[in-house]
């Protein structure tokens, strides 16, 4: 895998736009993991995913080290979605907006109002934790990656991804018992 | 139940995650294909622009009006009124495009705050004279299909100093593709607004673009 990650981007850095597109595609659920943990607004975190991808397209003569795109993306991405919290976005988008999470699919009335409060405690215990340890969250349960990929995305070693991931499962596990 | 799991919350707080970020997979790969093959990443890095744009855009504007108003002021003592009568002032039509492309914005897009970007009238007909018949448009869509020869070349390869993105998603419920597969509609619309800023001139010219499209997502069924 990581070899044609390196692959993918010497051959992206030397302009072959498809191989970036390839990249976009291995990295996409990362990239928007990440901005998720900052903003916790799908809608924000797919904008700041979109805007890094296309930084990290412009910016990819200054990687040095291929093997380390992922996580070299990755701080963008978690610098534009800072960038986006701080210039309040969030509380300008008009609140008449309908959000995907507001509108569960499917159902009956009945599982959607469930579905509706499961997510809003899920959303409520998510914001309850740091931003670091959301990260991992966030990246194991959404992006399925182990410690180690974790720890390499956001450049720290995997016993501190664990002790995160441990510290942040007793928080949500103490908030959604409530 | 051990620290590594999280029990019945655990697939619960997955669902909660792919619910609200596989409507946005996609989105980066489609941008990226959009982008106009001049934004390479061999064009000059982005730390080396000048690190607050907006607040150096400003600076500029403020510099190239002071300096407008200067030579105004030089004329008029200088010539008599009825040179200054007499002045040629081209621009005008050409203004009415950028007026016109700024007004077009579909009202639903109106509830989103425009960035207070400080206006010269100077600066914007300079750009403007430059432009080719078919206004800011044409020249937009000459510089996105025809490289190097295009208008916005002929304005000394002006800087894009901005592009906010702004965007939501619609739930349009749940369909049935082909009649018997389930799929959620999901309507994505977004805003964009580049504005480029020519440093030779001072000058500056934005776009802004609606879009609109129309994702089917597949729901698994057991």
């Keep these: 895998m990581e070899s044609t990650v390196e692959e993918a981007v010497h051959r992206a850095q030397a302009g072959d736009r498809q191989a970036f597109g390839l990249l976009i595609t291995r990295f996409e659920r990362a990239a928007l993991a990440v901005a998720y943990a900052v903003l916790l607004d799908a809608d924000l975190a797919g904008d700041a995913a979109q805007e890094g991808f296309l930084r990290g397209w412009q910016r990819l003569g200054e990687l040095r080290e291929p093997s380390r795109f992922g996580s070299w993306l990755c701080e963008i991405v978690r610098n534009l979605a800072h960038d986006a919290r701080r210039r309040g976005k969030r509380e300008r988008r008009a609140r008449a907006e309908v959000s995907l999470a507001s509108l569960p699919a499917g159902g009956g009335p009945v599982s959607n109002l469930e579905q509706k409060e499961t997510g809003e405690r899920l959303g409520q215990a998510l914001a309850a934790l740091d931003e670091a340890s959301r990260t991992a969250l966030v990246l194991r349960y959404y992006e399925g990656l182990s410690s180690k990929r974790i720890g390499e995305l956001l450049g720290t070693s995997s016993a501190a991804v664990d002790m995160r991931l441990t510290r942040a499962r007793q928080i949500l596990r103490a908030r959604l018992a409530e | ?222």
């Design chain 2, 1 to 222: 139940m051990n620290d590594d799991d999280l029990g019945p919350w655990e697939s619960q707080l997955r669902q909660h995650l792919s619910r609200h970020l596989d409507g946005q997979l996609g989105r980066s790969l489609k941008r990226f294909e959009a982008e106009p093959p001049a934004a390479r990443h061999n064009e000059p890095p982005e730390r080396s622009r000048p690190p607050a744009p907006r607040v150096t855009l400003r600076t500029v504007l403020a510099g190239v009006a002071a300096l407008a108003a200067a030579v105004m002021l030089l004329a008029l003592l200088v010539s008599d009124g009825e040179e200054q009568a007499e002045a040629p002032r081209p621009q005008v039509d050409q203004r009415a495009d950028i007026d016109r492309i700024e007004n077009d914005q579909p009202t639903q897009q109106d509830q989103h705050p425009r960035p207070d970007v400080p206006r010269d009238p100077a600066a914007e007909a300079t750009i403007t004279a430059d432009l080719p018949p078919g206004g800011p448009d044409a020249a937009l869509d000459a510089n996105e299909s025809s490289g190097a020869s295009n208008a916005l070349a002929n304005l000394g390869q002006p800087l894009i100093i901005e592009r906010l993105l702004r965007s939501r998603t619609l739930d349009e419920g749940t369909v049935l593709i082909d009649g018997r597969t389930p799929a959620r509609k999901l309507r994505r619309q977004w805003y964009e607004r580049v504005e480029w800023y020519d440093r030779a001139r001072g000058a500056r010219m934005e776009r802004i673009v609606p879009r609109e499209e129309v994702v089917f997502v597949r729901i698994p069924t057991l």
